[in-house]
């Protein structure tokens, strides 16, 4: 088959998959497995593809119409400007948290933070930690997570980015910390942690089906994660450091109860751009 005409079938057979969008996604795809620029596509829209090609496309194709994530398929996602590695086992990071990363890196700045501290727990592919890092580099940042698959993954991105001022540790939220000698400080601790309650968890979208249960399942109300980080973070935080956590968007004015309870201060909400809560920050006396 020539490029037209697979463009033609992928589209066509994605259109089963409400949730994609087949044209672009059908370009996005031939275009990694040709290891070229889409441009290239319509340069050449009438060249005849191998038949080896053909097939892994058309497999690729396959398993995007029955709701695989795209992200996965591509084996990378965009985020904050940086390509970041993904696959089964870690979730894909959203854009929506692009918002925690701005305005922890404009903290940061505002407040000519140097040689600051910062610690993520649940860093996942490593998007948060590492943009900020990138952005940020005169700080020590320290990351955790659970999940094993994630720190592999993370680890890569790293490598990747060529970051060399962030540490990765598997930990159990504040686990790795406990009865250490020397008591560990942090400037900022943040979190983007699994916050879907038990409802919402059986009414996922199929793609949201393949990312780990663990990076997404927040408790039956959803905010089990936010009052154990809470509480604990109190102890690992300096006088007047702050906690940033993104939120789902009906949980703003619970998660700043919790924070209320463990005596934070200084509580508020971050909008996103279409006017949605999507943070909450905080500080420690
Ligand atoms: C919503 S994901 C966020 C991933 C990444 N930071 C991002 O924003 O794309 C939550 C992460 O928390 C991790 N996690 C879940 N339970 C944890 C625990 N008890 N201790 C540490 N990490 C945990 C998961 O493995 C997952 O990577």
């Not at 922890?104 to 948060?128: C, F, M, T, W």
């Not at 942090?186 to 983007?192: G, L, P, T, W």
């Not at 089990?224 to 690992?236: G, H, V």
Request: net charge negative; charged share 25%; aromatic share 10%.
């Amino acid at each position: 088959m020539v490029i037209k005409e697979l463009l033609l079938k992928g589209s066509g057979l994605l259109k089963q998959n409400p949730n994609s969008n087949p044209s672009l996604e059908s370009q996005v795809i031939l275009a990694k497995l040709m290891n070229v620029d889409k441009s290239f596509l319509f340069a050449h829209i009438e060249s005849e593809v191998e038949e080896e090609l053909e097939d892994r496309y058309l497999s690729f194709i396959e398993k995007r119409k029955n709701g695989y994530p795209l992200q996965y398929l591509l084996g990378e996602v965009e985020f904050f400007g940086y390509k970041f590695k993904v696959r089964e086992g870690v979730l894909i990071p959203r854009a929506d948290t692009e918002i925690l990363v701005s305005y922890v890196i404009n903290y940061i700045n505002k407040n000519n933070l140097d040689n600051y501290r910062l610690l993520e727990i649940g860093v996942g592919s490593g998007a948060i930690i590492l943009s900020i890092a990138k952005n940020c580099p005169n700080g020590k940042l320290i990351g955790i997570d659970i999940s094993e698959e994630a720190l592999i993954i993370a680890k890569e991105n790293q490598d990747n980015l060529s970051i060399s001022n962030v540490t990765m540790f598997k930990s159990d939220l504040f686990e790795i910390f406990l009865n250490k000698p020397n008591k560990e400080e942090f400037d900022i601790i943040v979190s983007n942690p699994p916050y879907i309650d038990e409802e919402e968890m059986k009414k996922l979208q199929k793609e949201v089906l393949y990312e780990p249960q663990i990076a997404l399942s927040g408790g039956v109300d959803g905010l089990m994660y936010y009052k154990r980080i809470s509480l604990s973070a109190r102890d690992f935080l300096k006088s007047g450091g702050m906690l940033a956590f993104e939120i789902g968007l009906t949980q703003g004015a619970s998660v700043r109860d919790i924070l209320y309870d463990f005596g934070y201060r200084d509580i508020s909400i971050i909008k996103d751009l279409e006017q949605r809560d999507r943070v909450v920050v905080a500080y420690k006396d």
